[in-house]
């Protein structure tokens, strides 16, 4: 089976780095993605792993451990936009399986 | 370049009345195709995929169905829609990585289709 873990909500100062960790356990493991979702919209794409390392691009990188079936996504410079729920999502056999999110809150 | 449509944005229904959802993908070839839903304040509980045409696979038992007469069209129905369908309903496209058998890319998801049953 698939499971994904990640935490329920954060909250961060504009400006400051945040890191939101996932732990996964899949059958078929296919990648890691990261994905963005606003409010009432449908989610976006940040990134993706499939080999063990960190990812950067811009304010974004993300890391992956296979091992140890952990993801972490980094964000830096905070804005108030980056308020949103956060996805870690497992690629499985022809499909993706998104975690439950985390809502990042911004703030002053 | 590659686009998805999703209809309606909104739908109100009245509980024991059918559903159809509809979702078509332009500019690409053989996509996989994915069917979510979203309850409010949680994550996305994945329902129906595919991998080719007639070719649908359930992720959970319920009150829906899926279907897939063309290459990029996929359909979300249901016969009798319960209160419990009430949600935030997403398609979505990825392809093959590489070509690569059950490695997928990034899913690009549609507008998304707010479903209130009443």
């Known amino acids: 089976g698939q499971n994904i873990d990640q935490p329920t909500e954060m909250t961060a100062t504009e400006g400051a780095i945040v890191q939101i960790n996932c732990t996964y356990q899949t059958s078929g493991f296919n990648g890691l993605f990261w994905y963005q979702q606003h409010a009432g919209e449908a989610p976006t794409f940040l990134s993706y792993n499939v080999l063990d390392g960190l990812e950067e691009k811009g304010r974004f990188s993300s890391f992956l451990s296979r091992s140890k079936g952990y993801s972490y996504l980094l964000l830096k410079e905070l804005q108030m936009k980056d308020s949103a729920s956060y996805l870690c999502v497992t690629g499985g056999y022809n499909k993706l399986i998104f975690g439950a999110g985390t809502r990042l809150a911004v703030h002053p | 370049s590659q686009t998805i449509h999703q209809w309606p944005a909104t739908l109100v229904q009245p509980v024991g009345s059918p559903l159809s959802l509809e979702c078509t993908v332009e500019?690409?070839?053989?996509?996989?195709l994915y069917w979510y839903r979203q309850a409010a304040g949680r994550g996305l509980q994945l329902l129906f995929y595919s991998i080719g045409i007639g070719q649908i696979s359930s992720e959970v038992p319920q009150n829906l169905s899926a279907s897939r007469p063309q290459d990029r069209q996929f359909i979300l129905s249901s016969k009798k829609l319960l209160l419990s369908d009430s949600g935030f309903y997403l398609c979505?496209?990825?392809?093959?990585?590489?070509?690569?058998?059950?490695?997928?890319?990034?899913?690009?998801f549609g507008q998304g289709t707010r479903l209130t049953v009443v």
């Open positions: 500019g690409t070839s053989n996509p996989n």
């Open positions: 979505a496209w990825s392809v093959l990585r590489d070509g690569a058998i059950g490695s997928n890319t990034e899913a690009f």
